[in-house]
């Protein structure tokens, strides 16, 4: 019986490495949108040239200029969910398969990389997913159109409400450190 037991025990131990393909397809997602938000980040540049040119008119250049900036919060976006991807694959590495010892080890490794318990890994992605959901509501916020008084107040509540998303994870985050 304590064969099987142990047998038993040794599988299950083992069945956490079913967690690497969560880890390699994070990487790869990871990846794939740096490449893409990259490739965005190459082509809104090379559009500027546009914003300079003698023969836009003021309106033209002024939706130009409204257009970058929104692709530049696009751009945000990709990298933040990009570094959302690379933080959830290094922490289900750290937690479910092993510590990455060079990471340990190295005083320039971010401490942001080094998961040590499954609330270490919610808390950094939670912080980085509030900020995609900042830079959305802005990106939301380009769009909007202000009829009424009452629009106006509802986006200023919404950013008060981002600002005290943000106040309550920069308090929580001093807790933590006393």
Request: aromatic share 8%; net charge negative.
């Amino acid at each position: 019986m304590k064969l099987l037991e142990a047998m038993f025990e040794k599988f299950l131990w083992n069945s956490r490495l079913m967690v690497i393909a969560a880890v390699l397809v994070s990487l790869v997602s990871a990846a794939a949108v740096l490449y893409m938000s990259s490739i965005d980040a190459w082509i809104m540049v090379s559009h500027l040239g546009d914003y300079i040119s003698p023969t836009i008119t003021t309106e033209e250049r002024l939706a130009l200029r409204a257009e970058t900036i929104k692709h530049v919060v696009e751009i945000i976006d990709g990298y933040l969910l990009a570094t959302v991807l690379l933080i959830f694959a290094l922490g289900l590495y750290e937690l479910f398969i092993s510590k990455i010892d060079i990471a340990e080890n190295n005083e320039g490794a971010s401490k942001i990389l080094i998961i040590n318990t499954l609330d270490d890994l919610k808390n950094r992605l939670a912080k980085v997913i509030l900020m995609i959901l900042i830079v959305r509501y802005f990106e939301h916020a380009l769009n909007m159109q202000f009829d009424t008084p009452l629009d106006l107040l509802y986006f200023a509540g919404g950013i008060a409400l981002l600002g005290l998303a943000l106040y309550l994870t920069h308090s929580h985050g001093d807790n933590q450190k006393h």
